[in-house]
């Protein structure tokens, strides 16, 4: 690790200098053009209206954070310690993927160089200095993308199931973008000092994603965030112990209204109003489609992500949804996850050490499906 940190310093601190002499603003401009860059590619690639190779994603992808780093590298880069146990680990990881991917499959090799060369690079030059500022500025990127998936979503993707998944194609992913969301906005709120009108609007912002989370019935995301808000909010009231009344009065309490009010308002307004906006949507859906059918080649989508037919009526979709998921005649965890412990397991059963040769589908008894996802990012890495 410090050989690669001494050869990164090596080639960057020329650009450094550089990029020193450029205006601050236009720094800045770049820094969200390439965030924004980013998040376009996600969108596109959550949708699944199209499938494309992974490496048409990963290639702008990586240009996009190359320019959200350049715009952010300082003067001088300066060498920074590194723990040897979570280097080992990281870049033993890297390189397993790295041989997967020469003798199996390319996206993988292309995982690898983001293991072994794109996430260091970000580490050493964000580590350099206070990263509260870099931190504010991806908040507010997040922010301006959840402003914008909130209104795609509205306009032309109306509620069609009991577990709605927004713009995305699947529900748990849906969610994992909400948990993100929410966490920027949760410390966003925390550490404004004043109640001006910035805050107001994280404030709405944090009920609209708390409303979309909600009505996704992703377990998987529900419980990450009840657990982030929880030991989340033990840690900023033990920080705040002196003076806890000022900070339930300003800081929580506006919170948890924000919650109560705009969760059931955001559901209702959703459901009296986005069936206006049905026809438009499914003629956006084929443009789209059809613009972008000489880029790709449609797959087949894993049959446990695809929508139920049931359309909801009000809250009632939402709570008989909850009740089956909640309802089981074994009293079983895998129950309970919907069979995710047989998914886990047998993708498990399958991982090799060098690498399983794509594409891979297992069949999972207790749902009779067959799935092409393990639903863990730990085990997709794994098994690739």
């Not at 376009?40 to 994603?57: D, H, K, Q, T």
């Not at 390189?95 to 499959?105: K, S, V, Y």
């Not at 939402?318 to 886990?344: C, N, V």
């Not at 993708?347 to 690498?355: D, I, K, Q, V």
Request: charged letters at 15%.
């Amino acid at each position: 690790m410090s050989l690669q940190s001494l050869l990164i310093r090596w080639i960057l601190n020329p650009l450094g200098g550089a990029m020193e002499k450029v205006p601050r603003k236009y720094r800045t401009a770049g820094f969200y053009l390439g965030g924004a860059v980013l998040f376009f590619l996600y969108f596109l690639n959550a949708m699944e209206i199209i499938s494309v190779r992974y490496l048409l994603l990963f290639v702008p992808g990586c240009l996009a954070l190359g320019l959200m780093l350049l715009c952010t590298l300082p003067g001088k880069l300066h060498p920074l310690r590194f723990s040897p146990l979570l280097s080992v680990c990281w870049f033993g990881a890297g390189l397993m993927m790295l041989q997967a991917g020469l003798r199996l499959n390319t996206d993988i090799f292309s995982d690898a160089l983001m293991f072994l060369v794109a996430w260091p690079v970000l580490w050493l030059i964000w580590g350099q200095s206070d990263l509260s500022e870099i931190f504010r500025m991806l908040c507010q990127l997040c922010r301006g993308a959840f402003v914008v998936y909130f209104a795609v979503s509205f306009l032309f993707f109306p509620i069609s199931s009991a577990q709605y998944p927004g713009m995305f194609h699947n529900v748990n992913g849906s969610a994992f973008f909400y948990t993100l969301v929410l966490a920027c906005l949760t410390v966003e709120l925390w550490q404004r000092k004043r109640r001006d009108a910035a805050f107001w609007r994280d404030l709405v912002l944090l009920g609209l994603a708390s409303a979309m989370m909600f009505y996704t019935n992703s377990r998987t995301g529900e419980l990450a965030i009840l657990c982030g808000w929880l030991f989340g909010g033990i840690l900023y009231l033990w920080l705040h112990r002196n003076t806890l009344k000022d900070v339930f009065v300003k800081r929580l309490l506006p919170m948890v209204l924000s919650l109560l009010i705009l969760i059931p308002a955001t559901v209702y307004l959703f459901i009296a109003v986005m069936p206006v906006s049905r026809p438009l949507s499914h003629e956006v859906h084929t443009a789209i489609a059809g613009i972008i059918a000489a880029f790709g080649e449609n797959e087949e989508a894993d049959p446990n992500d695809e929508p139920s037919e049931d359309t909801p009526d009000g809250l009632s979709g939402f709570i008989e949804k909850t009740e089956q998921k909640g309802t089981t005649q074994e009293k079983s965890i895998d129950s309970y996850s919907t069979g995710r412990l047989s998914i886990w397991q047998a993708f498990a059963a399958n991982t090799r050490l060098f690498g399983t040769e794509p594409p891979h589908s297992y069949y999972v008894a207790i749902n009779d499906v067959y799935y092409g996802t393990a639903h863990s990012t730990p085990l997709e890495y794994a098994i690739n």
